[in-house]
């Protein structure tokens, strides 16, 4: 029998001994009992002070529900005698811990700040019946939500996920969408690749012609970029984001604790910027919009020039931005056009470097002093580790975890991020999956027996390890059906590697959890890899 099959009888064979409890991620501590708690007219959520943070913490929940029951739940500051959720501030506790106790009479939910009040939420919701995620009103439904005794907190504070809008573009609504589902999961970094090769994506008002030019390419590549011969696709491809959309996803992320880290590409992927502006590459262009995937030889200059259009840049960037990390990119620059530029030599020269490696170096502590005198700190790919360690660096190791592992020795945090593990863009069924690039197998089991720290690390590099993202790269992803088949449920994995204790974690536990995670999915109607049902 293959082993798909065997894994659907094991699924059927435990539904049986199904808990009534399916939490993703696995809290810390979680006792059942007996008994449900009814969500009804008259419940009333009661919080400790009429405090914005936890009415706003609340309200995401709130109108999610009453947008499914057809009422909302009434918020009052009064004590009540019966049928509420009572939320209340504890000092003591930790940032992101929740502590939950639902009895039959009420439930109470304790945190130190509205960000453990909103994952308090976030659980309730998942407790309650799927029919919560849809946006039509359910009509003889009863909301339940079962007796239990919850302590929770992560094991990580980085908890990301990187979507890449510039190969593809994805519409604001799109993204607003997946911001929700991060949160349904209790992640909380949203890392937005805004700019690459294929296309720049957020408006600069200063630099207009990054979108008007940027933001488009007139040709595309069809198939694989190792194909041959090479197929184009002729029309006109592109999309950005103006200031005000960005405006309105960073507040609607924030109201779901999800920091935004914003991606802008340097040195390397920067053809769509110097497409409008070739007076900051090397040669002087003329350049276009990439249509195909991979590396590229023209990259910026690091004349003077340039590091104050990049300067400009970032100021609009860090304003619309309230996350203290920017990334800045730092991966895949080659260095062929700096060894044949004056003024890069000459720069080279200025400042006593003898190989181009440390030129990288020089322009990435160059930004992040910049940044750093904003009170912004900086992320890289581990690149930027190449020609010695920029100053006060945060790593993302993707090229395995060679990168973090040297970084966090070093002193450096660091985002694991490895590609064996985390990106979401290859496929996840075996040979004849239709999505996802067939080189590399990332099953659902591969992505969830991950664990960021690794072994060699002591006590002391461990805790440089801030926490892990998966990465969603979509050169050869195109529609939202595409997007939701990528991410669920390998987001589902993810966040138990980022949030539950190790000891905790069992796949074949997780696998029953998701079952019932995906009746959610299913009223949320995602398009998600159905692996487990339809084998
Ligand atoms: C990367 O995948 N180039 C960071
Ligand atoms: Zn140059």
Redesign the pocket.
């Known amino acids: 029998m293959m082993k798909a099959q065997i894994l659907i009888l094991l699924l059927l064979f435990t539904t049986s001994l199904k808990a009534a409890v399916s939490i993703i991620p696995i809290p810390q501590k979680c006792v059942e009992r007996k008994g449900n708690f009814i969500v009804n007219e008259k419940t009333t959520i009661v919080i400790p002070e009429n405090d914005k943070d936890i009415r706003d913490a609340i309200s995401v929940w709130n109108d999610l529900f009453t947008t499914a029951a057809g009422f909302p739940l009434e918020i009052t500051t009064l004590k009540q005698k019966t049928n509420f959720i009572q939320c209340s501030l504890n000092a003591s506790l930790e940032e992101e811990t929740y502590k939950l106790k639902v009895s039959t009479k009420d439930i109470r939910i304790e945190a130190k700040t509205a960000k453990g009040i909103f994952y308090a939420f976030q659980t309730l919701r998942q407790l309650l019946p799927p029919a919560i995620e849809g946006n039509v009103r359910v009509e003889n439904i009863e909301w339940n939500i079962p007796c239990v005794t919850i302590e929770d907190k992560p094991s990580f504070s980085y908890r990301g996920m990187m979507l890449d809008v510039s190969r593809h573009f994805i519409e604001k609504e799109d993204i607003k969408r997946y911001i929700d589902l991060l949160a349904f999961h209790k992640m909380n970094v949203f890392h937005w690749h805004l700019t690459d090769d294929q296309g720049w994506r957020i408006e600069i008002k200063k630099y207009p012609k990054l979108t008007s030019i940027g933001g488009y390419r007139n040709k595309t590549i069809v198939g694989y970029m190792w194909d041959n011969p090479t197929e184009w696709d002729t029309k006109r491809y592109g999309g950005f984001y103006t200031q005000e959309d960005i405006k309105e996803v960073v507040a609607y992320a924030q109201k779901r604790f999800v920091n935004i880290i914003p991606e802008i590409e340097m040195p390397g992927h920067s053809l769509s910027a110097l497409a409008a502006y070739p007076e900051y590459s090397c040669t002087g262009g003329p350049f276009e919009v990439e249509g195909r995937w991979g590396v590229f030889n023209d990259i910026y200059c690091t004349k003077e020039e340039t590091f104050k259009f990049l300067q400009d840049v970032l100021d609009e960037v860090i304003a619309l931005f309230p996350s203290e990390y920017i990334h800045l990119g730092g991966?895949?620059a080659p260095r062929i056009r700096w060894r044949n530029c004056v003024h890069c030599q000459k720069r080279m020269e200025q400042e006593h470097l003898t190989k181009e490696a440390e030129l990288q170096t020089y322009f990435i502590n160059r930004i992040e002093n910049y940044l750093n005198e904003k009170g912004k700190k900086i992320i890289g790919?581990d690149e930027i580790l190449e020609g010695g360690i920029p100053q006060r660096a945060t790593v993302m190791s993707?090229r395995g975890e060679k990168g973090g592992i040297h970084a966090a020795k070093a002193g450096y945090d660091v985002i694991m991020s490895p590609?064996i593990y985390m990106?979401l863009n290859n496929h996840q069924l075996g040979v004849n999956d239709k999505i996802g690039i067939k080189k590399r197998l990332i099953s659902l089991k591969k992505v969830y027996d991950y664990h960021p720290v690794p072994a060699e690390l002591d006590k002391k590099a461990a805790l440089h390890v801030k926490g892990v993202q998966a990465?969603l790269?979509t050169e050869y992803l195109d529609t939202a059906e595409e997007f939701d088949y990528s991410l669920y449920p390998r987001m589902a994995a993810v966040a138990e590697v980022a949030w539950s204790l190790v000891e905790n974690k069992s796949y074949d536990n997780f696998c029953i959890r998701l079952m019932d995670i995906e009746k959610h999915y299913d009223a949320f109607g995602l398009s998600y890899c159905k692996m487990i049902y339809d084998k």
């Open positions: 991966d895949e790919w993707w590609n990106y990465n790269w």
